[in-house]
Structure formats: C-alpha cells, structure tokens
C-alpha cells in the first residue's frame, strides 16, 4: 500500500471593506507556490484561503456606504474571489466566514473552551484599535498611535467575557522555543521575547451592543471577538471536527501570514487550540510587506496599487514572477512598475521567450531525428532546488531555475545550430537537448507561473498535463513531443 504524504497550507482571511490591494496578491502568491510545489513534489495538498467577514470594521465601511452589511460584504467578497482566479491561485477552497457552519463550529470551540472553565465573565477596560480589530497595551502604542494604522486607538469600556490565555503561558513559551514552529526563526525570536517580557495576559473573547458577528454559544447579548472567530476558519475550512478533510489534512503544515498579524498566530491561536484539546500547527510563516517607495500599503492609509488591474494590464504570470523575484521571501520588497517591465523584458522576454521561439524556429527547419546524448544535464541542478524550496527559499529556487534557463541559452549560442545542415544528426542531437531542458523548465516554473508552463508544453506538443519532479530528467531521444512554434511567450513593454 503506497501512503500518500498529506500537506496543508493556509493564508490569513481578508478583510472585505475595501478592494484588495497588492500585499493580498502577494500572500496568495506564495502560498500556491508552496502548494503547487508540494504537489509535483508527490504531495496529496489542501490549500485555503478566503475571507474574514465578521469583522467590525466591515460593518463600519458598510454604513459608511449606507448599504446592508451582508449586502456590502457580498458585494466586496467578489472582488477577492475574481483576484484568486485572475492569479491563477489553486487554493482547493476559499472560505467565508459568514457561512453557517463556521457559524457553528466557532460557537462549538467557543463552548468548549467554556466548559473547560477558561471562560469568565468580566469587564474591559483599554485602548481597542478598529483597523486591526484587537485590544492594544500603551506599550504597543507609537506616540498614542497604532503603528499599523497611524490612528490612535478608541478607549473602550463594556462588559465582557475573558480567556484565560495566561494559564497557557508555560506550553506557548515552550512552543516558541521549538525552532521551525515560527519561521524565519528572528521572527520566532521576537515573539520569544515578547512573552518573556510581558507574559500572557487573559484575553477579551467578546464584544458587546454589537448586530454584526458571531453570538456566544452562552450569552446572545455578546458576540464572539472577531479575531477568536477568524482564527477557526482553519478548522472550518477543513469541516472540523467530524469531516475527512479534518482528520486527513489538520494539523496545518504552514500557515501563510503577514509580520503584523503574528501574535495572533503564534500566541493566541496555539492557546486557543491547547484548551480546546485541538492539536497545534506545525508552522507558521511570516512574510514581509510590499512597499511603494518604502511605505507600507495599507487600505487605509495607502498607498494601494491594484493588483487586478496590474495582472490585466501586463499579464497575472508577469506579476507573480515579480514579485518572486523581486522580494526576497520574508522580507519587505518593494514595487514599481518600471522594475516590473525591466523584469518582463530581460529575464521573460529575453531569457525564457527568446529561448523557446529560438528553438522551435530551428525545428521547422530540422529534417533529422529530434534525438541524441544529454549534453544540457549536467547543468541541471534539481537537488539544489529541493533544498531551497525545502527552506521556503522561493526567491532563491527561482534564481537557480532561471540558471538553467541561461545555460541553456548559452548551450544554443556555443553550438550554433543555425549554422548546421538540416539534416545533420548534430542538429537533432542539440535540438534534442534543448527541447527536453525546454520540457524540464517547464515542470520547475510552474509553481512559480503556471500559465506559461501551459503555453510551452503546448508549444512542444506534450498535452496540457504537468509533469512532477520525476520527469525533471533527460529522457533517452527521440524526443516524444510534436513541437510546433505558437505565439511569443511575453510581449516586450515600451
């Protein structure tokens, strides 16, 4: 019996009171690498996404725009959904957190955790900032302001009810010195000391004169903090506690979020999850921002460029090279549109492009058998790229990829093969290589930008199927494709 290794990975839920910007695409992005990776990789992987409906600040956009709330956020939910297909994003589903059985399975870990007895009734008293929907201590303060949203927070005071997350304080420090449990480790470290210094504190799980969210399982006048609920979506997502889903896929392998979030994530989720006798997750990723001109893009602040509108107007795959390339994975990285069309034109345009129209010309002509000795192998250096896709090292497994891709230019242009006879067995022997490095590039760059690997394994006459990691390797000629020239890769930006 051949066991099928399982593999689940999440990215954080999108607020919907505003359009997606460009760190939304960004999130989405990496995580379909990773899955998609996994998945030639002889991975059996289920991928989430979604978003986060239930939050105040949805309701407060809503009235704002004088439109129903469940109107206004079936409206905006559309254009995160049209952002997933337009990336081609193969999350297998996406999550709304408005549907009815989150609804119920939050109020069921709700109630367990009540019934565990680290639920209590109190009052609350503190700074609550709106934009990040949580409770801020003065010392995460900057100048009386959330750093996050440059807004000083409104003080709130109500009843509410509290979890006792300080109970957990000894198994969450625990946690956080696991290395791998938060990655990169320095942001493992940072959440490390931040609970040395601090501690843990019970945490506010409600609000209260509140018509929009989830009510408590216990008390109808109070609804469930937005972040407790959101953080379910996890579970939800994979139809917790009794679905195949859940018993086949939980616990999460990596969750995909971003640096502002990560408290949240490595805190109060694994508290969450400890009292509610639900098993942690294996890791949790923390990638960085995309800035403009340094800034960070924020729908309330800005600025925010528009990544539907840059897919569409220079293509999803251009975008998601991009940003692969551009950003070194787990950091900020910066975007502008002439670095995007400096990309476009000199590694998609030029080294790819240019690489493929360059062979299938030379194959029209070619009256040989398409057929030889690997020559172009030895610069193929898959093991490098495992490690580094192992490490979640994105940027540099692309790099390694693209390597290949210029050896193979090189292999073209030492050989000159336009110089050669049509019918000389050279010719085939080095159309041969190129046309099976062209096959093997292809399998590698589709995690990374999947349409393109469609449109060369079209052009080489191999069928719509992927290939996995197994078929990155020279197969004995002649070549088993029937290739036929098509339409350029990439178009050149003016």
Known sequence: MIIIAKFYITTAIDYVNAKPHLGHAYEKIVADVIARWKRISGFDVFFLTGTDENAQKNAQAAKATKIPVKQFVDRNVKGFQELVKLLSISNDRFIRTTEKPHFSISQSIFKKVLEKGDIYKGKYEGFYCHGCESFKTEKELVNGKCPEHDKKPEWISEDAYFFKMSKYEKQVR??????????????RIE?????????LKDLCVSRSKLDWGIPLPNDQNHTIYVWFDALINYLSGLDYPKGNRYKNYWPADIHMIGKGITWFHTVIWPSMLISAGIAIPKSVFVHGYVNVKGKKMSKSLGPVIDPVNIAKKYGSDALRYFLLREIPFGEDGDFSEESLKARINGELVSDLGNLLTRVLTLVEKCKTKLSGKPELDKELRIK?????????????????????IHSSNKYINDNEPWKLDSSDPKLGNVLYNLLEAL?????????????????????????????????CKFRSGPFKGKPKKGKYLFTKVK
């Open 439 to 471: 096959r093997i590039v292809a399998i590698l760059i589709n995690p990374f930008i999947p349409e393109t690997t469609e449109k060369i394994n079209k052009q080489l006459g191999l069928g719509a199927k992927t290939g996995t990691l197994r078929d």
């Open 191 to 199: 959440m490390l000391n931040r609970v040395k210094e601090e501690g």
């Open 384 to 404: 490098v790229i495992q490690q580094k896709m192992d490490r979640l090292e994105l940027h540099h497994a692309l790099d390694e990829i693209w390597k290949f």
């Open 174 to 187: 625990k946690l956080l010195e696991t290395k791998g449990f938060v990655l990169p480790d320095y942001r």
